[in-house]
């Protein structure tokens, strides 16, 4: 059963911009706080922006300022907007709750920061 759909992902060029979407199911979505992640080629999979069951935020230091993250409760939706993208940001994305659950993890969605 498919829980976390992550979609969004691209190719863009070092300076623009991505939405990223993740739609959840409302068991998981309505009881917990979400969390974008991302894993880049032979790295670990590292948190890059969470977000409380009430909205409150917080975010790796590599993308504050740059990456915003919000929640749609009527949606189950999780969002995390993108901006000023860096090569460095190439990697595949994906949400989970926060902390995370290693059953959630869904198929993820590539991001390439390329020129």
């Known amino acids: 059963q498919v829980q976390l759909v992550e979609s969004g992902g691209g190719l863009v060029q070092p300076g623009g911009s991505l939405r990223l979407s993740c739609a959840a199911s409302?068991?998981?979505?309505?009881?917990?706080?979400m969390g974008w992640y991302r894993q880049a080629p032979g790295k670990q999979r590292d948190l890059v922006a969470r977000?409380?069951?009430?909205?409150?935020?917080n975010y790796a230091d590599s993308v504050k300022g740059r990456f915003t993250i919000s929640r749609d409760n009527a949606r189950n939706t999780v969002y995390l907007q993108m901006n000023s993208l860096k090569a460095e940001d190439t990697a595949v994305y994906y949400c989970?709750?926060?902390?995370?659950?290693?059953?959630?993890w869904g198929q993820g969605t590539q991001v390439t920061v390329s020129s």
């Open positions: 989970n709750t926060f902390p995370r659950m290693p059953w959630y």
């Open positions: 977000i409380g069951v009430g909205g409150s935020t």
């Open positions: 409302r068991s998981i979505f309505s009881q917990n706080a």
